[in-house]
């Protein structure tokens, strides 16, 4: 399978907060020199796309933001189709990208990585628009994710929390959706079949992309824990120590994948 496209993970697979995992941007730098086509796909709600363009570039990477596809985009283009008036437990900073979406009378509930909103009153105003019938969209449902001081909890045990007192489903918007990997990949006019995913997360990343009909090649920085490709059904496609090694490992085969 000859490849047309890379999508690429960001936190824990080429940054950790303002840290640059090395040998990334020379790994980057390389995979550009290429003629593959790169976007770079992540989950991250606790902060806009403005703000994580800003960051990426202040520790050095050189990145367009239009090459950007976040779960915050994908999450601010369902709330436009359906109209939603949403109740958000997202952090300030990724408020931005809801500018002009009324919060008055809500009719939805949206959450995100939000930590100063986890607490027990906003939990219950949610949980109680739920029982009324709103729906519960979730931007996404990782179970952790990587920090500066070691692994976080993520917004998945919070939107469970939900789901088990309401006994409502929540609709996922980000990783591992098939849908967010191929909406990525419709902007750059490659099919699922020719692109491969690069990731941390066993499960959202590689197993997610996968299932979307991508190769998916894992890497054991950021949340990846020992075992964790023997975890997921499919496995992954190539197993790597870091970034670099995945994308020298794409040049030696010739940019192709079984």
């Known amino acids: 399978m000859k490849i047309g496209a890379v999508l690429i993970d960001l936190s824990g697979t080429i940054h950790i907060d303002n840290t640059v995992i090395p040998g990334a941007i020379q790994a980057l730098n390389k995979l550009r020199s290429t003629d593959v086509k790169i976007k770079f796909v992540t989950n991250t709600t606790k902060e806009s796309k403005r703000i994580l363009h800003d960051r990426l570039t202040h520790i050095g990477f050189t990145i367009d933001k239009d090459e950007i596809f976040t779960s915050l985009t994908a999450a601010r283009q369902l709330v436009d189709k359906r109209a939603l008036r949403p109740y958000m437990l997202i952090t300030e900073a990724a408020r931005e990208e809801f500018v002009g979406v009324s919060g008055q009378d809500p009719n939805a509930v ?74 990525a990949l419709q902007d750059l006019g490659v099919s699922a079949s020719e692109a491969v995913m690069i990731g941390d997360d066993a499960r959202d990343d590689v197993c997610g992309a996968m299932t979307a009909g991508l190769r998916g090649i894992l890497v054991k920085t950021g949340k990846y824990r020992a075992g ?31």
């Open 110 to 183: 949206l959450v995100g990585l939000a930590p100063e909103c986890f607490d027990y009153e906003h939990m219950t105003t949610a949980m109680r628009l739920l029982l009324d019938g709103a729906p519960l969209i979730a931007i996404h449902k990782a179970r952790y994710y990587k920090r500066s001081d070691g692994l976080a909890i993520g917004p998945g045990a919070f939107v469970t929390g939900l789901e088990y007192s309401t006994g409502c489903k929540a609709e996922v918007v980000g990783k591992p959706e098939s849908s967010f990997f191929h909406t």
């Open 228 to 258: 964790d490709e023997d975890k997921v059904d499919p496995v992954p496609s190539f197993v790597a120590d870091d970034f670099s090694r995945a994308v020298d490992y794409l040049i030696e085969n010739g940019l192709s994948l079984p």
